[in-house]
């Protein structure tokens, strides 16, 4: 069964940084493409950014330059460093495979305001 715990949410004021980190238990991360997703209040859950088997990484537009995904092999973990931030950041933050599994684990909220 696989599980998706994500962490390191927090607020911070427009600029700031915060780590985020996804643990998985049933999907080996150099294994697959993981994924980070984003939700903010009313609007629909969204793309962030991806690492592919061979660790190249993709992100959205909105992120390119401020962002950088990585994983760390021997813990099966996928970082989401976020730099930069703005307060259209603010949202709750899910990983998962790229593409999606069809459920989602609880996120991690996000929120930039000063």
């Known amino acids: 069964q696989v599980q998706l715990v994500e962490s390191g949410g927090g607020s911070v004021q427009p600029g700031g940084s915060l780590r985020l980190s996804c643990t998985t238990s049933?999907?080996?991360?150099?294994?697959?493409?993981m994924g980070w997703y984003r939700q903010a209040p009313g609007n629909e859950r969204e793309f962030v950014a991806l690492?592919?088997?061979?660790?190249?990484?993709y992100f959205a537009d909105s992120v390119k330059g401020r962002f950088t995904i990585s994983r760390d092999n021997m813990k099966n973990t996928v970082t989401l460093q976020m730099n930069s931030l703005k307060p259209e950041d603010t949202a709750v933050y899910h990983c998962?495979?790229?593409?999606?599994?069809?459920?989602w684990g609880q996120g991690t909220q996000v929120t930039v305001s000063s």
């Open positions: 998962n495979r790229s593409p999606p599994l069809g459920f």
């Open positions: 049933g999907l080996i991360v150099n294994l697959t493409t």
């Open positions: 690492i592919r088997r061979d660790g190249s990484t």
